[in-house]
């Protein structure tokens, strides 16, 4: 049976996820939690413990000052994604479904545990899955509870979250394929999904489309969306026309001629169609809007 160590004490992220996903390649992993240094040397793992990077000796701390790594983008690791560098690709099927989870996830934990802003944003304070995971430390008026029972709890929350992720990134590569070849037969202003795959990171990165129509197979409507700029933006390469902003049912039909027009969003990067034959309507009146 495998072993792992983690820091005592208050837990972070960084070492709650590294441990998950452990835990997911190991399930009986054994967790132990020291700053000892002759326990730390009996088990298989140390991770954001013990001072020494070195995946073969199963070292996986980031603290030392001598310790640099980086990614590409400059995100420097933690121990969550030192472990998913070495591990991740044990628990996905591609490249893609790799970085996936890299980017998704791990990422924006390592920026915050080195001390960096991972957002582009203005907004004071984003409540985001590293504030969720410290959520399980006592806080200051319950000193009294067992922190490594609740750090077992933390584990348990993100092994559960990451196997939904897992689910979803091993077919990032499959859909990536399904939209490519899509594109490669679109007019090259839209797409049409008549069964839906993920789309939005290859349309942005490998096409100027400017709206893709998919249906909702939950309503049987059809969906109209406006490409982003970039993925979790709401600024579109092409908006739909100011005229339909916020107009539903009726009044979106008089404007648009569309019979069965359902709605256009306030913002205008998206609206809906009962057919497949009213979205595409919608979507080419919108491309005729300077």
């Known amino acids: 049976m495998k072993s792992v160590a983690v820091h005592n004490g208050n837990f972070h992220a960084d070492d709650v996820l590294a ?14 939690r020291t700053r000892d240094p002759e326990k730390l040397k009996e088990v298989d793992f ?25 990614r590409a983008n400059g995100i420097p690791y933690a121990s969550a994604g030192l472990i998913w ?16 989870i890299d980017e998704k996830i ?30 399980f430390n006592p806080n200051w008026q319950r000193k009294d509870l067992d922190k ?15 196997k939904r992720e897992l689910d979803l990134a091993k077919g990032i590569a499959k859909a990536d394929k399904i939209i490519r070849e899509i594109i490669s037969k679109s007019n090259g202003d839209y797409i049409v999904l008549d069964s839906f795959a993920p789309w939005k990171k290859t349309v942005i990165e ?3 489309l400017k709206f893709v129509i998919s249906e909702n197979e939950s309503n049987n409507q059809w969906h109209l969306h406006a490409v982003p700029m970039k993925e979790n933006s709401f600024d ?7 005229k339909w902003a916020g107009l539903r049912g009726e009044e979106l039909i008089k404007v648009t001629g569309v019979k069965d027009a359902i709605f256009c969003h306030k913002n205008l990067f998206a609206a809906g169609a009962n057919s497949k034959e009213g979205a595409i309507k919608l979507v080419e009146l919108a491309l005729k809007e300077k």
């Open 19 to 32: 441990v998950a996903i452990l835990r997911l390649l190991y399930p009986k992993i054994k967790i132990i």
């Open 46 to 70: 140390r991770v954001d413990v013990g001072g020494k990077y070195n995946p073969e000796t199963g070292d996986f701390d980031h603290h030392q000052s001598e310790f640099t790594e980086k």
């Open 85 to 100: 560098r070495y591990f991740g690709m044990k628990l996905v099927n591609s490249k893609e479904g790799f970085e996936y």
């Open 106 to 135: 791990i990422q924006l934990i390592d920026a915050e545990d080195n001390g960096i802003k991972p957002y582009s944003t203005e907004i004071v304070y984003v409540y985001d899955l590293r504030n969720i995971l410290d959520s």
């Open 148 to 162: 490594d029972k609740l750090f077992e709890e933390a584990v348990l929350f993100a092994t559960n979250l990451l």
């Open 206 to 208: 490998k096409s100027d």
């Open 236 to 242: 579109s390469r092409k908006n739909f026309p100011k």
